[in-house]
């Protein structure tokens, strides 16, 4: 299993560039060696049947001509005829012989061939081995047996052709190859550079946590440019639950005001924000007089028209620059930041109290309702978010005991009163 | 020797095609019983397409029957005047009388070493409308056209 899984396993894990590069080769093989092998073949047997008809031709004419001069047993005209196979250049080596196997003439191109010449039987053959072709005749002269004749062929020619053969086949693959590739590159280029793309951008959005939407889109309508737009999709719609994901985690559904883990947050920023440049900030609390009451005799629904429009209110009061959320329940805050004295929140917060004592038209209904308002500003009260929290709570606390519809600034000495009076 | 060369010189000419007997091909001897017993093998092979049959003649009438004659060395004017009479006529004369070349003998056998050799009257046979093979002239050790 592990063997067979050696060369798959390795494939799987090429980059597609590598595999389509594969994938044409194989391709371009597969479809060159049975072409090559069936011409290369046919090639072969064509040349090899001419060889030897050539051969067989040439042994015929030899035999014709010689047929007298055997008859007469003239060896000079028949080394004669012998002799004229020199100018064809394939011709190793041959004989005539007369009956009782003597040789009336003989040819030999080189005296370093080896190899007598066999006897040749009686009868016409042809035989051939890889490097000879030898052709017997019987020499005729009138219907009678005058002697017989034996030609020696080499198959050089045979093989030069084919290896000629074989050259112009490897020299037109390598063309077809090197014509092929810069194809192939571009086809490569086209499916993987997109793909390439695809992969930079979904690494850059794991790694950045970026999801915003590309600078331009794939705009092909294959299957890349398809999954290119789903990827794109898919990240408008990590977007958009982002989006609403921080909407449930900083604001209340109610109002649309930022919620208590925002305010937090932004109190934080806020204090440090006063170490950092020396500046003074302030916390308000505004708890709303009588919510209850509302809420108990007109519903739910009034009750939360109510807080909208009471959210409405304080963010029309207040600076674009401060800070409104809603905590919870009744209770409202407002983060001021980059103040000089606690005069401007005091106006803030005294504007706070009217607008929110006039009667609200909500739902038909006419609502009063007041606010107790607790101020704490860092660094004068407090020098961390959770003591300037403590200190506004305590402050809006001393303006609800005050009789309420009235705000309060934190003031150590109201902690002691607190915690001296009953 | 001399028989299978009198055979290959029947293989290796033309008649003209008026004359010859159907199926037979005659060929005379004139001359001693040696030779005769010698020629006697060829009895019934082929040539060129018909049967070779063998007579042995003593004058020059006889003589206008056969395809091919053979005088044998010795005959001396008897030999002579057989070619004489068959000047002209298509057949085809041999000799291996070297003195009977003058008097009108198209082949004549002549020894040469340890082989035959044979020279070719190419006048005679032209009158005579028989044709030899550019194979047999080839081998011919000389040929005279006069």
Known sequence: ?422 | MKAAYLYNFAQLTEWPQAVGREGEFVLCIAGQSGIINAVAELQGRGVQGRRLRLISITSATDAERCDMLFVEEGLGKRGSRMAGALRGKPVLTVTDDSRLGDDGVMLVIVPDGRRLAFEVNLALARQAKIKFSSKLLRLASRVSDE
């Open chain 1, 1 to 422: 299993m592990k063997a067979d899984c050696r060369f798959m396993c390795w494939f799987t894990n090429q980059p597609i560039q590598n595999k389509l590069t594969l994938i044409n080769v194989l391709v371009v093989l597969v479809a060159l060696l049975p072409v090559v092998g069936i011409t290369l073949s046919y090639e072969y047997f064509a040349i090899r049947r001419a060889s030897l008809q050539e051969a067989e031709v040439q042994a015929n004419i030899i035999r014709d001509n010689i047929a007298a001069a055997t008859a007469f047993h003239d060896r000079k005209a028949a080394a004669e005829i012998l002799d004229s196979l020199g100018a064809s250049p394939s011709v190793l080596q041959a004989a005539v012989l007369l009956q009782h196997d003597e040789v009336l003439a003989r040819f030999v191109r080189d005296e370093g061939i080896t190899g007598e010449l066999e006897k040749p039987e009686n009868g016409d053959a042809t035989y051939y081995d890889a490097s000879r072709i030898r052709v017997n005749r019987v020499i005729h002269l009138g219907g009678n047996v005058v002697g017989r004749l034996a030609i020696e062929t080499s198959t050089q020619p045979l093989q030069e052709r084919i290896g000629l053969y074989l050259a112009v086949n490897f020299l037109s693959t390598l063309l077809g190859f090197a014509i092929a590739l810069p194809l192939a590159k571009w086809l490569k280029e086209s499916i993987t550079g997109p793909l390439q793309v695809l992969m930079e951008r979904a690494h850059h959005v794991t790694t950045h946590h970026d999801y915003s939407p590309p600078k331009e889109a794939n705009a092909s309508n294959d299957e890349i440019g398809r999954l290119s737009r789903a990827f794109d999709s898919m990240l408008s719609g990590i977007r958009q639950r982002d989006v609403k994901l921080s909407q449930m985690a900083y604001y209340d559904n109610v109002t649309g005001l930022a919620n208590r883990h925002y305010f937090v947050e932004r109190l934080q920023q806020a204090v440090a924000a006063t170490k950092r440049y020396g500046t003074r900030c302030c916390v308000m609390f505004i708890d709303l007089d009588d919510f209850k009451a509302v809420n108990d005799t007109l519903g739910h629904d009034v009750g939360d028209a109510l807080l909208r429009e009471v959210a409405r209110r304080l963010s029309l009061v207040s600076r674009d620059t401060d800070f409104v959320c809603r905590l919870g329940g009744d209770e409202f805050a407002l983060i001021v930041e980059d103040i000089k004295n606690l005069t401007g929140p005091a106006v803030l917060a005294q504007k706070v109290i009217s607008s929110l004592s006039e009667t609200l038209p909500v739902d038909g209904h006419q609502v009063t309702v007041g606010a107790s308002i607790g101020i704490a500003a860092c660094p004068d009260h407090a020098t961390e978010a959770a003591g300037l929290l403590r200190a506004a709570d305590i402050a809006m606390y001393m303006a609800k005991e005050q009789g309420k519809n009235c705000f309060r600034t934190y003031d150590h000495h109201l902690t002691e009163g607190r915690s001296t009076s009953p």
